[in-house]
């Protein structure tokens, strides 16, 4: 009741404007509910993808190159490499991945894994680009 | 200021916010990535309906493969190769000849640090080939004979060696060149907002849709770190790291950045990165720095003309050009 009699005080000025905030409030929640709901695993190799998986769930794949193969592992929302026979391990030392657009690559035995999201976009990071 | 005109302006505040949220994420980049020239290659654009660049993205792409057509030492009828084989003078394309006047001015300006003809000394180590190993001294002084400044000669669009055995290597500077020509792709189809990114070395196209580009700079010591981030726009960023390709060997590490004076890995520095116009600049003067160690490194990038950069020594310290002071975030 005693809202009721707030809202009864109110002018009509005041009632739109109140109106005008829950709206407002509403489509905030709205577009934050939208984002990027949850991210994946591709791998892929000369320009097709040949593995696709969700980040939330553990597993361990084999990931055959022109070297041989590439042992991947996803675990605790994180993908890294964790075997390879390529000469350098470069792969293996970029470490975990799980931030939207995050690269491991092992060039010499041609796989790309990328984390991309459902919607397609970018999440919040630290930076945009990494020099290395 | 009346009540009822506090309150409007403060309602037309809020659905500005609102739909400046709603526009940000209706943007998204065009994003593509490939395996080339050694690397993982992504362009990004961030232009307003992006999807419509994607010949331009393609091209971009083409433009970078014809850059390694003409410059790998691993293709037998690329100029490099020509070039390397040659005991006469011989003409080059228009590009590998601006790419070896540019490494020939960068190894004048910075006392033979870099060089363009350290093919054979690359082989030697078997850095490229993926079967590393340490060279005899006597193997290495062989492998260096008759490099540096003087090694090449040009006439027009021909090229002189000073001795037939020369071999040349463009590594440090024809990734940042084939960036460059893809940004210059990608600026004359109309794109005002994008980046090239090969392997770690990047080029801007103005500003990430509004906002400076936020690089992160690799900690040379700790894997998925970062050391400092550069707000940035319109400039290429390219890091020379000593953590990137090396095997061990008897406890010692030996990394790929060699250097031309002693034709071992150069010791004084972990990374050293450089903020440029031309990503093909930043890239010879990356490994030319990184080759002369902290002090004269320093000394170097001040010296040459629109180079910026951030040395990390071999004792993990880290010197800052006054030029890049205002543009670095620290963790």
Not at chain 1, 14 to 38: E, M, N
Not at chain 2, 229 to 256: I, N, P
């Amino acid at each position: 009741m005693a809202l009721n009699d707030y809202w009864q005080r109110l002018t009509r000025l005041d009632r739109g404007i109140v109106l005008a905030l829950l709206t407002f409030c509403a489509l905030v929640f709205v577009v934050l509910g939208l984002r990027s709901p949850g991210q994946s695993v591709q791998v892929r190799q000369n320009q097709g993808t040949v593995f696709n998986a969700p980040l939330a769930e553990d597993r361990s794949v084999e990931l055959q190159g022109p070297l041989g193969v590439t042992r991947l592992e996803i675990a605790n929302g994180k993908a890294r490499i964790i075997s390879s026979p390529c000469p350098y391990k470069v792969c293996i030392g970029m470490g975990e991945i799980h931030r939207e657009g995050e690269i491991v690559a092992c060039v010499p035995n041609r796989l790309l894994v990328q984390v991309i999201g459902q919607q397609g976009v970018e999440k919040e990071n630290r930076y945009d680009l990494l020099s290395r | 200021m009346t009540r009822s005109r506090a309150i409007f302006l403060l309602l037309a505040f809020l659905f500005l916010a609102l739909y400046f949220l709603l526009r940000q994420e209706a943007v998204g980049p065009l994003t593509r990535t490939r395996i080339m020239m050694g690397t993982v290659v992504e362009i990004r654009v961030y232009d307003d309906a992006a999807e419509q660049y994607d010949d331009a993205v393609s091209a971009a792409f083409a433009e970078m493969e014809t850059i390694e057509e003409l410059m790998s030492p691993h293709r037998p009828a690329s100029d490099v190769s020509r070039l390397s084989a040659a005991d006469t003078p011989i003409a080059v394309s228009t590009e590998t000849l601006e790419v070896l006047q540019l490494a020939q001015d960068v190894s004048a300006a910075s006392h033979g640090a870099f060089a363009a003809t350290l093919g054979r000394l690359i082989n030697l180590w078997g850095f490229a080939e993926g079967e590393a190993q340490l060279p005899a001294l006597s193997e290495i002084e062989k492998a260096l004979a008759e490099i540096g400044p003087a090694a090449l000669t040009f006439q027009g669009n021909k090229i002189t060696k000073s001795s037939a055995a020369l071999a040349i290597d463009l590594g440090g500077v024809a990734k940042g060149y084939a960036i460059d020509r893809a940004i210059t792709v990608l600026a004359a189809s109309g794109i005002q907002h994008a980046s090239v990114n090969a392997g770690g070395d990047m080029r801007l196209l103005g500003d990430r849709a509004g906002a400076p580009w936020r690089i992160g700079i690799q900690h040379p010591r700790q894997t998925g770190a970062v050391l400092a981030s550069l707000k940035l726009a319109d400039r290429a960023v390219v890091t020379s790291g000593d953590y990137e390709r090396f095997f061990e060997q008897d406890g010692v590490r030996y990394h790929h950045i060699l250097d031309p004076r002693s034709g071992y890995p150069a010791r004084l520095c972990q990374s050293v990165t450089v903020v440029a116009e031309q990503a093909a600049l930043a890239d010879a003067v990356a490994t030319a720095a990184f080759v002369l160690g902290p002090e004269l490194g320093m000394v170097f990038l001040r010296e040459t003309e629109g180079v910026d950069g951030l040395i990390v020594a071999a004792d993990g310290s880290i010197e800052v050009t006054p030029g890049l002071q205002e543009l670095i975030e620290w963790p």
